[in-house]
């Protein structure tokens, strides 16, 4: 049996483990970046390992005994082109999404592609909507295997359609521009006032949780609505059993995100619900309109209004919808399927390997032929300089093949140390703006003391100053007090003194008045 060494941007339930661990007669090596991308503990076994930790790929390879590489998106096939360059295996590349456009991509990320293009064996678009994109970008159409995801129907199992009572709609994905959450939301408000015992749940959560929640109050949906940030997968099925119709408004973001094929619309689609989505990316190559459910135009909220008031009204269409759907999903999107069609794509690349040689895989005849086509043209091309051999790992090899060899793995560490110091660069960031926020803290808190002290001291100062003006007040009534009673008591004396000298004056006058009639 042989080995597929798998790399994936977390280890957790959504990340595409059947696909990983479930391709019949493969084993394979769950690979992550770091430990810290182990999200889900209950998926840790002896087979998951840690890409910085491997020191030598080529003794690795060896151990493990590994047949093929796996990145399951783009930016990690680019990660894998030096582990490539060093152990000869072939490499397939799964293209999800946003991988197939330049939204929110690193400087130079095109050209890198470009270079994956060109050194990657296999590339997996999820629908052929992404497989457009990559021949556009430059991508040999033979080299392009389009595989979609596929639905576990065990666990999705079909149940008719609910004929008469509830009116629940239902929307699951993350809370990013591109899922059109705020579009279903404000088609939703449209049709309330005609359907008042509708409601609306959207699952998921993500960086525009805060907008979500903003726009229900702005649009008064009050108890209409819900918001369920996370459920275990068990509760999310119960939920889209429950539903009455599930939405997909999946849309263009600014920044050019796109879609694949949402999976949730494959799981409600085989659940039985009736479904309402867009003309976006992939999803018209699992729906068609009017047939397995209903299409609009994208980021259209009159449309998607008008698409829910018919699904509500025609209760009676439900059941021929779902029945296409399901078959639609049994016959293009069963799990099983799928994961037969992944092992035989591996087929191709692993079935012509040597006897007795792991490690090294002979190319097909088509690509000897491209091989040597570019070899002439190189012979051709470096014959006006003189061919000068050189040593370079132990080997005698022409300038230009050592020179075009070290281009490719120097651009490819050139894209990790990109990747790596973006990465670094957030970190830090972060760090910064946490700082700032710690120092900011700080200084509020010192700037509140300093005020509330100088408060304290301004205000001991107003009261010892006040203090300081009534004890002068007062000591002014007392001095006051005293010398109105100085001046009274002056008075007194010199009124005492006055009313002496008139009883004085009196008696010489009564004297002088008895000796002169004692002398008549």
């Not at 810290?36 to 491997?54: A, G, R």
């Not at 979609?148 to 149940?159: A, E, H, K, P, S």
């Not at 949730?264 to 867009?278: C, D, H, N, Q, R």
Request: aromatic share 6%.
């Amino acid at each position: 049996m042989h080995t597929v060494m798998h790399l994936n941007l977390r280890v957790d339930p959504t990340q595409y483990i059947s696909q990983i661990r479930e391709v019949p007669d493969y084993d394979y090596i769950h690979m992550v970046r770091q430990p810290k991308y182990m999200i889900d503990l209950s998926l840790l076994d002896e087979k998951v390992h840690y890409l910085n930790e491997i020191f030598s790929p080529k003794e690795y390879v060896e151990r493990k005994n590994i047949s093929l590489l796996h990145a399951h998106h783009g930016q990690l096939g680019m990660l894998l082109l030096p582990f490539k360059e060093e152990t000869n295996l072939p490499l397939v590349t799964s293209i999800r999404g946003r991988d197939a456009t330049l939204a929110n991509q690193p400087i130079g990320y095109l050209d890198n592609m470009k270079m994956l293009f060109e050194q990657g064996e296999r590339f997996f678009p999820v629908c052929q909507y992404l497989a457009d994109r990559l021949i556009a970008w430059g991508c040999p159409p033979e080299k392009i295997r389009v595989l979609y995801g596929g639905v576990d129907l065990n666990q999705f199992n079909y149940r008719t359609s609910h004929k008469e009572g509830s009116q629940n709609i239902l929307s699951i994905g993350r809370l990013v521009e591109k899922k059109g959450h705020h579009v279903l939301m404000h088609a939703f408000q449209k049709i309330r006032g005609k359907f008042p015992n509708a409601t609306l749940t959207i699952i998921g959560r993500g960086e525009l949780e805060e907008y979500i929640n903003s726009l229900a109050n702005e649009l008064n949906l009050g108890d209409s609505f819900r918001l369920l940030n996370h459920l275990p997968k068990d509760q999310v099925r119960e939920q889209m059993t429950n539903a009455d119709i599930f939405c997909a408004a999946s849309l263009e973001a600014a920044d050019g995100d796109v879609e694949g094929i949402p999976n949730t619309l494959k799981e409600a689609m085989a659940v039985g619900v009736p479904v309402i989505s867009t003309n976006h990316a992939g999803i018209p190559e699992l729906i068609t309109n009017n047939k397995e459910g209903v299409l609009v135009q994208e980021n259209n909220v009159d449309e998607l209004a008008e698409a829910l008031e018919f699904m509500l009204t025609n209760r009676e269409l439900w059941e021929t919808y779902t029945v296409a759907a399901r078959q639609k999903i049994e016959q293009n999107f069963n799990l099983v399927q799928q994961l037969q069609q992944q092992a035989e794509f591996y087929d191709e690349l692993v079935a012509p390997y040597k006897k007795g040689e792991q490690n090294s895989v002979t190319p097909r005849k088509k690509d000897k032929k491209n091989k040597k086509d570019k070899k002439v043209k190189k012979t051709l091309k470096n014959t006006e300089q003189p061919q000068q051999q050189v040593k370079y790992d132990d080997e005698s090899v022409e300038p230009s093949k050592k020179d075009k060899k070290a281009e490719k793995v120097k651009k490819a560490l050139s894209y990790i140390q990109q990747l790596q110091q973006q990465t670094k660069d957030k970190d830090k960031k972060d760090k910064d703006k946490k700082d700032k926020d710690k120092k900011d803290k700080k200084d509020k808190k010192d700037k509140d003391k300093k005020d509330k002290d100088e408060l304290v001291v301004a205000s001991n100062k107003k009261d010892k100053k006040a203090k300081k003006a009534l004890n002068k007040i007062q000591q002014r009534a007392k001095d006051d007090d005293e010398t109105v009673a100085s001046r009274k008591k002056e008075k007194k004396a010199q009124k005492a003194e006055k009313v002496k000298k008139a009883l004085n004056k009196i008696q010489q006058l009564q004297q002088q008045a008895k000796d002169e009639k004692l002398g008549g």
